[in-house]
Structures are given as C-alpha cells and as structure tokens.
C-alpha cells in the first residue's frame, strides 16, 4: 500500500468534527439513504396494482432515480470537496422528502417518474458515493480501506435494518401511509448532516498535487486507462444490484413462494454484505484491489447460474441470497480504494461520482430492462442469463488495471 506523502489525506479545515464522531454521522446519513433506496422494490406490486399498470412504468421510475442518482453524484461530491457535506446533504434530502411526497399522491405513470427524478437527485448527495471521499480525506492512508469499508458496511446495516421496517410499515399502515413515516425519517438527516463540513484545507502545509483544480482533475481522469476500465466495470455492479433489489421480491412472489421471502432474502443480502464489505476492506492488505474485484465479478455470476438452475424454494432463494450479499456493496471499498490509488483524495468524492455515474447507468438499464422484459415474456429468465454474462464480461475488464498512482504523485527522488 503506498504510504508515501502524496497519499496522506489533506488536513480537514478549522473547526472539523472529530474522526470518529464523523464516521458515525456519515454512517448514519448513508445506512438511512441507502437502506431506503434500497428497499423501494418492496412497494412494486402495491403501487402497480394501485394505479393499474404494469411493472414497466415502476421500474422506469427506479430506473430513472438510479440513473439521476448517479448523474448528480459528481457535481454533489464536487461540491462537498470544495464546500463541505453540510449544505450538500441538507438539499438533497429537501429533494428526497418532496419525491418520497409525489409517490404518496401520484395518481399516473407520470407522477411516478416525478418521484424518481426528486428521490434520484436526494440520493446523490446522501448516498455512499458522496460523503466517500469525507471520509478517504480524514482517514490516515494505512487505514483509508477500513474507513472506506466502514461506510460500504453502514450501508449494508441500512439494508438490513430497512427491509423489515418497511415491509412491517407496508402490513401496518397501507403503501402510502408508510411513506408518511419515510418522509419523517429521512428529514432526521438533516439534523445529521449539520455538523459535517470536513473539506480539504486550503492553506498550510499540503500534499503534493491537492493545488489541482476540477479541470486538471477531469482531464487527468479521462486521460487514464486505467479509470476507465473502473469506470466501465462499476456499470455491471449497478447492473446487478438494481435488478435484484427491485425485483428479487416480485421474483420469488412469481416462483409462488411465501410473501416474507422476498423481503427475507433481500435482508439476508444486507446482514451478509456488512461481512462482505469488510472482508473487502481487509483484502488490499494481501490482495491487490483489481483481482479482489475481478473475483467478486465471477462469483457474481456463478451465484446468478443457481439462481436459473438451483430448482426453485425458499431455502434455495434464501442460500443463494445470503452467497450474493458477500459480493454486493465489497465493490465499493475496492473501487473507491482504486481511484485514491491513482489520483490521491483531493477531488476523491468527485472522480468516484464519475465511476458511480457508469454505475447508476448500469441500475438504469438493469431495473427497466427487466421490467420490459418480464412484460413482454412474463419471464426473468433472459435478466438472468445477461446478467452473467456481464459479470463475466466486468471480471475480464478489471483485470489488466494497473494498480499505481499517477506521476503527479510519485514521490520525490
């Protein structure tokens, strides 16, 4: 691991939180965001059958949330490296409340897609991709992996925690009345989010390279080989994750298994991802980075083959669930690890929103496509045979990445 100056993170500015008490915040602000954004596909065939369509134009509006959720990344984490989290955080779940407010009321297609396009934009300043960079800036360089990890497994709590709420809030009180409690504990992160402002310094002793501006960053990024094959293999761990997460319950509600199993297995994937990202997380002690991703990316796609073959029950579903959760957010601590790798942490939360965009185009084609093709063939079938192929196809591309920071980085002779 390089430890050399070039890598130390950049001194949080006067007045910054305590590192410890940070973690905690941002871990809270990301295990509600993401433990939310991820169960969404519980409230599929409540809302569908309430509006009378199909699965399609529900899956559009997820779709269309993922894919403006990772659009907007960028520009929140280029915000939240120039300004700080504070404000950036405390918008984007103004705009989270407002989409959770228009599903309540949504009467057609078009009020769903409104949803999406205000939860798309919360999400981005909210979610693991933003407040990551926080994060890789305070840790010491020997323990940025588990720092980084730390957040991916607070998301993991999130999904964890989230699924058997929601689903109890759906039983409890109607789909649209528990949006109501959505609504008021997602505005709690306001209060979160108010004592975060960890920027960069921008004075005193410094890195070398964290003088570099947004446009030197971009033009180094897009310039590097190497990045863009992250950036084009985080498309399928979108891909992935967005087909489960969606429609994994209406999957196994189709296979005529038990309602809880849907809700139950997509659970199990959150209890085993907080293992599964930690484990990652320890991994670039002894493995390098690509090949743990590279590994991840396969395992993916044997899991996915038991899925199609493993003939259909629900301890079969749940195994193969609790197997796919190993593998499910332990991309982001590699992925982000990687790009700190080669460029330092400076413009961190910006250039993994670039990656994560790749990411959130992947979850746009992954959740809608399946819903155009469940409509059209009454089958996930053809989802699952496509998404082994791309986790076999994203394994290959990692593996040639060269795992080393830029000149600009390289230390002093």
Request: proline share 6%; hydrophobic share 55%; with cysteine.
């Amino acid at each position: 691991m390089n430890t050399s100056p070039a890598s130390a993170p950049a001194p949080a500015s006067p007045g910054a939180l305590p590192y410890p008490l940070l973690i905690l915040l941002v871990g809270l602000i990301v295990g509600i965001t993401m433990g939310r954004s991820q169960s969404m596909g519980l409230y599929q065939l409540p809302v569908i059958g309430a509006l009378g369509v199909g699965r399609e134009p529900f899956s559009l509006m997820m779709a269309i949330n993922l894919l403006l959720m990772g659009a907007g990344s960028p520009v929140s984490g280029a915000l939240i490296d120039k300004y700080g989290a504070r404000w950036v955080v405390a918008f984007c779940v103004a705009c989270t409340v407002a989409g959770l407010w228009v599903l309540y009321a949504a009467t057609s297609g078009t009020m769903l897609i409104v949803a999406g396009v205000l939860m798309g934009f919360g999400v981005s300043g909210t979610g693991v991709t933003s407040l990551i960079g926080v994060v890789g800036r305070l840790a010491p360089p020997e323990k940025r992996m588990t720092a980084i990890a730390s957040t991916g497994m607070a998301a993991g709590i999130g999904g964890f925690a989230a699924l058997p709420v929601m689903h109890q809030l759906i039983e409890s009180f109607g789909w649209q009345d528990s949006l109501v409690w959505l609504m008021a504990i997602t505005s709690l992160l306001i209060v979160f989010a108010w004592p975060l402002d960890a920027r960069p310094a921008t004075g005193g002793a410094a890195a070398p390279g964290s003088n570099q501006t947004m446009k030197e960053a971009l033009s180094e990024a897009f310039g590097h080989p190497s990045f863009l094959l992250l950036t084009a293999g985080f498309f399928v761990c979108g891909f992935h994750v967005a087909f489960i997460t969606v429609h994994l319950p209406a999957y196994t509600r189709d296979l005529l298994l038990p309602d809880w199993v849907g809700p139950y297995a997509l659970m199990l994937v959150g209890i085993a991802n907080i293992i599964g990202t930690f484990m990652a997380g320890q991994s670039g002690k002894w493995m390098e980075k690509r090949r743990g991703l590279s590994l991840i990316y396969f395992g993916r796609s044997l899991v996915f083959v038991g899925f199609l073959l493993v003939p259909p029950s629900a301890t079969a579903i749940i195994l193969l669930s609790g197997t796919l959760g190993l593998l499910w957010l332990s991309t982001v601590p590699l992925t982000s690890g990687l790009v700190a790798t080669f460029f330092g942490t400076r413009w961190m939360s910006m250039l993994f929103g670039i990656v994560f965009f790749s990411h959130q185009v992947g979850s746009f084609l992954g959740v809608w496509l399946a819903g155009r093709l469940y409509d059209a063939t009454g089958s996930y079938e053809t989802m699952w045979w496509i998404s082994i192929a791309l986790g076999i196809a994203s394994g290959l591309v990692h593996w040639p990445i060269q795992e080393k920071p830029v000149a600009r980085l390289a230390p002093a002779t």
